[in-house]
């Protein structure tokens, strides 16, 4: 893979991973994904933003070949997909220093073994001069981890920004010409890494409105010439605002808890909420967490087995907890067959998020005409409440 120019002195580096299928063993990649690096040229000193994941390391050297110096690596997130290759170009270099925000100093020693001689810390607001070329770095903690920042380059006005705004794609695309397909990558991607640290995403995209950027170009998937598009992006799904929709992550072992779902979907639909369902033994896990993005009520589908819910549906419950779920709302429907803890078990297991517990369903068995009904008085009190929500954030929006 050869380096790519993006305008005079400034070149794409970096590695397409087209066969990554799970990010952080977690997440399904359908598309892959990308280690962006890019190589800032300037009239007297040289510089490389961001480095690839250690297995790509090859890659990188061999795009550096012909590049005899270097006198800066910044690393912008300490994450191994961006800093794995760290060590390699530093040998390669060995005039060169390592730059990087305060709080990632230790997190490059402790994880690479980086001699601290090697390394500078550089401050929020900083200014670093390559000759015709000036960068400048800006703080922008918790995207996605605390240490993060990203580093604008003044005279193109580029904003280099690593996770913040990233999608994983792997495509020959080097800019976001397919929005509608990198919306989609680009949402899977906040659902996983941005979602949980929203009113820092908020911080960070206040911050970044004072510079005038003409291009995003981040550490992973395509660049933006139209920066517009994902900060628009951003700028709703990390906003509070819920949409008219009900998401429900369910399991069945014999269909009971399945037929409660279904017939739930179906009342709401009738009453004009929308409905993403979810089967959990067979979803992708990423589709369900773009859905807690927007979601105002979450609704669990779970049988009893073994006195609580199914461990598949705890999943669910956890992964809502850590991504701190948007949903104002959350309830639970299945069927048992002599009792047991599952509401009071899940209901334990979200202390992150924000929600008000809306009258479980349960039922002895098969569901019968009681069961419907109060089904139908669940789905009816979803209606009410998301009206009073949605009218109240002023976001109806459909789903
Ligand atoms: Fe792409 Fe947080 O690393």
Sequence with gaps: MKTREITNGVNWLGAIDWDRRLFDSLIPLPDGTSYNAYLIEGSEKTALIDTVDPPMTDTLMGQLEDVLRIDYVISNHAE???????????????DAKLLCSKPAKAILIESLAISEDRMRVVEDGERLSLGDKNLQFI??????????????????AILFSCDFFGSHIAGSDLYATDEGRV???????????????????RKNLEKLSTYDISMIAPSH????????????AYDKWASDRVKNLVVVPYVSMHGSTRKMVE?????????????QQFDLTTTDIGKLAMALVDAATIVIGTPTVLGGPHPTAAYAALLANALRAKAKFLSVVGSYGWGGKSVETLAGMIPKLKVEVLNPVLCKGAPNEETRRALDALSAEIEKRHAGEIVSNQSRVPA
């Design 221 to 232: 998937g395509p660049i933006y010439q139209r920066p517009k598009f994902i900060v628009d």
């Design 139 to 156: 703080y922008t903690p918790w995207v996605h981890w605390p240490e993060t920042m990203v580093t604008y380059l003044e005279e193109n």
């Design 183 to 201: 919306y989609e990558a680009a949402k899977r991607y906040f659902a996983e890494i941005m979602l949980p640290f929203r009113a820092q995403i």
């Design 80 to 94: 191994a997909d961006h800093s794995g290759a760290i060590p390699a170009v530093l040998a390669k270099y060995p």
């Design 263 to 275: 017939y739930l979907a179906s009342s709401l639909m009738e009453r004009g909420v929308a409905v």
